[in-house]
């Protein structure tokens, strides 16, 4: 998945929190979800399709409830990047500052 539909998918407070609370407690389905974020159901719906979209968030039906579970390895690339980036702070921040003087 392209790294900033991810980022994109993470952009939003609301699926953050539904994001961390399938990290946290583990499988659960809508309305339990739905119950905890304090949104109506379609709009609980709408945000795990989009982290659905993404690989964030994987599904299961049963009977006529489909429980959500998180999949937290779909961070691996922003992970990646983050990491490259952490390792490299040290650059950044002289050439910032040196940008800085310049304007």
């Given at each position: 998945m392209p790294l900033n539909q991810i980022f994109n998918a993470l952009s939003d407070p609301t699926r953050r929190t539904l994001f961390e609370r399938?990290?946290?407690i583990g499988?659960?389905?809508?309305?339990?979800l739905t119950n905890y974020a304090g949104i109506s159901?379609?709009?609980v719906s709408k945000h795990?399709?989009?982290l659905k979209e993404?690989?964030?968030v994987g599904h299961r039906k049963e009977g006529?409830?489909?429980h959500y579970r998180a999949k937290p390895q779909?961070?691996?690339p922003m992970i990646s990047w983050v990491a490259v980036h952490?390792?490299?702070q040290h650059r950044l921040q002289p050439c910032n500052a040196k940008k800085r003087k310049d304007i």
């Open positions: 399938l990290c946290c499988e659960q389905n809508v309305r339990a159901q379609p709009a795990l399709g989009v993404v690989g964030l006529r409830q489909t779909a961070l691996a952490a390792v490299h």
